[in-house]
């Protein structure tokens, strides 16, 4: 790398993708060096580091990934598996769920429920266990005699299984940090996600439940009397 190149090669250092591909396309001298897997090494670095824990390029995912193909085609690789909106049998039977009542979004029911490979569930909160099976390609799962949900990929590159009743989030051990999966995936938990018959249960909740503010302003009036 002569003297010319080694100062664009800096100057790329701060580009992104679009913008990188764009150089290549540019300018023939630029085309090989916009290539370089030290500057898609650190696109892919960035990417993955927003993205769920499976994905995030540690020293040992790193050496393992190194020389597989160019950080360029890795970097396209993963974008495009992030897409992916189907999930197969083993990415779901190797997965810890967190799941959710959506009437309880605050409330963590619980954090190891697990489509066993048996083909039953496991780690109901309230100890349930039904047959589970894949259905539509991968985009939909059959829960039992309960309503079938369906599968959607997170902009994390996580999974959630959802029905009109729960809401099954895959889980990092991080997360278990948040109160509630709620407080993560907030887009997953939209009212109008409800049926018609738990959305008239949550009105009634809301309408019957005070706010902690409402109770406090209700207690005032009490101790000004005391």
Known sequence: MDGQQLRDFLCFRFLGVVELC????TKRSWSQLAKEDALWLELCRDLWCRKVQRYRLTKQRQSELQGSASWKELYRQHLEDGRRVCITQQELTET?????FRL???IRASSAFRFEASGNVGGHPNGLTYQWFLSADGSRVELGQFPQAKVLRRKDWGWAICNSNVVCCSVDPEDLEHAAAVDLHPELFCLEQLGP???LVRFLMQLTVPSPSERSDRSEPNRRRR
């Open 22 to 25: 764009t150089v290549e396309a």
């Open 96 to 100: 810890v769920w967190d799941f959710t």
């Open 104 to 106: 309880h979004p605050q």
């Open 197 to 199: 018959s738990l959305q």
